[in-house]
């Protein structure tokens, strides 16, 4: 994303055309299986990944061309309810009539050359949709977010391996430092200048957050394991009631993917067996199992408010930066972004990304669940449509922070809120604890 407090419009028309050209190279990545594979439905839990490839250009011709180009529809308008994703649930979209895989491809390949043809001419301003070219930037995070659910359900997916990538930075020195600790006081959450930024990050606000300790790197396959070999799944004081009921209920003993094989533990990963990297950040574990593992250690999993002060919060200006290492966009030296890698990076593999307080690993790698459930800010206001932000607030999820190795930096930064119910694993979930201080702590503080 460009530097928000600058606004050249042809550089962001090039930018946008440029986001828009890497979106569809990985979605038809993705999507480049045979057929069967496509319209399959690999999971209850995902979507054919016909539908997802479909929806991505449904989204983008509503938006794009319909309504800040004022287009006529390119098929029947029935086609709209097909791919309406509060119409149909997950589970009921294989049975129903959606297009077939060409006609598909044809179809978001003729939206996209139109999409194309009106950001050259279209002005990047004078209407709220179009203000720095917000409608474009929308849907280019849209589709990013559509091919990171693809990439767990090709993680879901049985059979052999379909995509590659090179391995993650494995050898690193962890952080020096277990935890830090970041002071108590007023920061500035949320943004009002990010241009492309979403209901839900907006507005800016002042939080004042209480000083807490919060750990310099994610809990990683180690650590985890201990929690595993202590008894951890099998002891009720550790666990949310909702969580134990859960955890019995669906059998879970471990995070998922993971396989033991007499003393040594394997992992699934998109189609292939593999050793448990040691000091790679934990994944594939829902809220319950992270909350479990913060009360056998002691610890507890960071606010939202505290999540954010950690990776934006500057003490030597008193400023919320951008993102953890800076204002400047991430690079691949900050952080494991974009499905570069198909895993997490070891514990430490990203110095150049961390915080000025010293946390690690903040943006990518995985998912960080915090203890917050998902509301609105104060003077939070819907826009453009209710159905991105407004109709998920309440207390039936848990909000995530960061990104993962699956999320393209278009689609995530330092303000950006996921959510998720607390069982859910499928996605490149993990986590990093934090701790209140003690009396004697606070004292000195």
């Known amino acids: 994303m460009l530097n928000p407090a600058e606004f050249d419009e042809a550089q962001v028309r090039e930018r946008l055309a440029a986001d828009l050209i890497r979106a569809r190279e990985r979605t038809l990545l993705l999507t480049s299986v045979d057929d069967t594979e496509l319209v399959h439905q690999h999971s209850p839990l995902m979507s054919p990944l016909v539908w997802d490839l479909a929806h991505i250009g449904n989204q983008e011709e509503l938006w794009l061309l319909r309504d800040v180009d004022g287009r006529d529809p390119l098929l029947p308008e029935t086609v709209d309810q097909l791919y309406d994703a509060f119409q149909y649930p997950r589970t009921v979209r294989p049975k129903l009539p959606l297009l077939e895989p060409q006609p598909s491809r044809s179809y978001v390949n003729d939206v996209r050359g139109k999409v194309l043809d009106v950001l050259e001419r279209i002005p990047l301003r004078g209407r709220p949709l179009l203000e720095r070219g917000f409608a474009f930037g929308m849907i280019v995070q849209h589709e990013q977010q559509h091919d990171e659910t693809m990439l767990a359900t090709h993680q879901l997916r049985a059979g ?27 920061f500035t959450m949320g943004t009002d200048i990010e241009p492309w930024a979403l209901d839900n990050e907006r507005p800016a606000h002042a939080v004042d957050v209480p000083a807490f300790f919060i750990d310099t790197a994610l809990v990683t396959n180690r650590e985890y394991r201990e929690f595993i070999d202590d008894g951890g799944y099998d002891d009720e004081r550790w666990w949310h009631p909702e969580g134990w009921k859960h955890r019995r209920e669906a059998g879970i003993t471990a995070p998922q993917f993971w396989k033991r094989e007499g003393s040594t533990w394997t992992r699934r990963v998109f189609g292939r067996s593999e050793p448990l990297h040691d000091d790679q950040p934990v994944v594939h574990v829902n809220w319950y199992e992270a909350d479990a593992y913060a009360r056998w250690a002691g610890r507890r999993l960071p606010t939202e408010a505290e999540w954010e002060k950690a990776a934006r919060f500057d003490p030597a200006s008193g400023r919320s930066r951008r993102y953890p290492w800076g204002d400047d966009e991430p690079t691949p030296a900050h952080a494991n972004l974009g499905q570069r890698h198909l895993e997490p990076a070891a514990a430490g593999a990203y110095p150049q990304g961390r915080s000025p307080l010293g946390v690690h690993q903040l943006m990518g790698d995985v998912w960080e669940w915090t203890s917050s459930t998902f509301h609105g800010y104060p003077g939070f206001r819907a826009w453009p449509y209710r159905e991105y932000s407004e109709v998920f607030f309440g207390d039936d999820y848990r909000v995530l922070r960061g990104g993962s190795f699956g999320s393209d930096p278009s689609a995530v930064r330092a303000t950006f809120r996921n959510w998720d119910y607390p069982i859910r694993r499928q996605i490149f979930s993990g986590f990093r604890c934090a701790r209140s201080l003690t009396d004697a702590e606070r004292d000195l503080v």
Do not use: D, F, I
Not at 164 to 175: D, E, F, I, Q
């Open 160 to 186: 052999e391996a379909l995509l590659s990538a090179p391995p993650a930075p494995r050898s690193t020195t962890r952080p020096h430092a277990r935890e830090v600790l970041v002071p108590g006081g007023s």
